[in-house]
């Protein structure tokens, strides 16, 4: 079996997959994408039998990732991911498409348009047992649907990161969320997605969403949160 490597996202950029964290926007191209992005047609959320939709149309613009309910790496990938501009514009659209679909195909999943890319949100409890890494049937399930979405939409990368509660040490909880993420990447592997196109993160306890101290809380923050964005090839062909 082949095993993925954990690297920080600055050993990523230099190796060209352009996904650094700390990259920033300056403020005259978040105004652009802004623009450009509000003259797209915005969608209702849907959340019924299927994966809820949060941000379709994406005319939110880059303030959309500080209200993200994410964790910093997936903002931090989103945000090295952005264009902007007429070509982000472009970006957003076929994300747009590609969202939609996701969301009449994936089960119990949050799918959130962020800027030119898309956020999913899975549930550790949807995908893995107790204390374990490996997937359920109900993972299996929605990670081959997301497999064919990705087959469809070859000119996107992946960006896989797992995250847990506080319960447990921090060094065994970064562990278990490392081999989450990689058990997830796995599987989309076995299915025919390039491994170049995969990013895989384990940040343990160290980026909640909600507070851990109670069930609720500490439920929403055992997850995987799956992260496409352009592919370096198709943001060169849109800036062309």
């Known amino acids: 079996m082949h095993s993925f490597i954990f690297r920080p996202y600055s050993e990523n950029y230099n190796q060209g997959l352009n996904l650094t964290v700390m990259r920033t926007l300056s403020a005259g191209a978040i105004l652009k994408l802004g623009l450009i992005l509000s003259l797209l047609f915005a969608v209702g959320c849907s959340n019924i039998g299927r994966g809820a939709?949060?941000?379709?149309?994406?005319?939110?613009?880059?303030?959309?990732?500080?209200g993200a309910i994410l964790g910093d790496t997936a903002k931090g990938a989103i945000i090295g991911a952005a264009v902007g501009g007429a070509a982000g514009a472009i970006i957003g659209s076929q994300m747009d498409r590609q969202a939609r679909e996701l969301s009449e195909e994936i089960e119990g999943a949050t799918i959130e348009r962020v800027d030119e890319a898309i956020a999913i949100r899975f549930e550790s409890g949807l995908l893995f047992g107790f204390d374990s890494s490996e997937l359920s049937d109900t993972a299996r399930g929605n990670l081959n649907a997301l497999a064919e979405s990705l087959d469809r939409f070859d000119n996107t990368d992946i960006v896989i990161v797992g995250h847990t509660d506080n319960v447990g040490s921090a060094a065994y909880n970064q562990g278990?969320?490392?081999?989450?993420?990689?058990?997830?990447?796995?599987f989309l592997a076995s299915l025919g997605v390039e491994r170049s196109r995969l990013v895989v993160e384990g940040r343990g306890l160290t980026e909640p969403i909600a507070e851990n101290d109670t069930d609720e809380g500490r439920a929403l923050n055992r997850r995987i949160e799956v992260v496409i964005v352009a592919s370096e090839t198709f943001r060169e062909e849109v800036q062309d």
């Open 53 to 66: 939709l949060i941000g379709a149309g994406a005319g939110a613009g880059a303030g959309a990732v500080a």
């Open 176 to 186: 278990l969320s490392e081999r989450r993420a990689a058990s997830a990447a796995e």
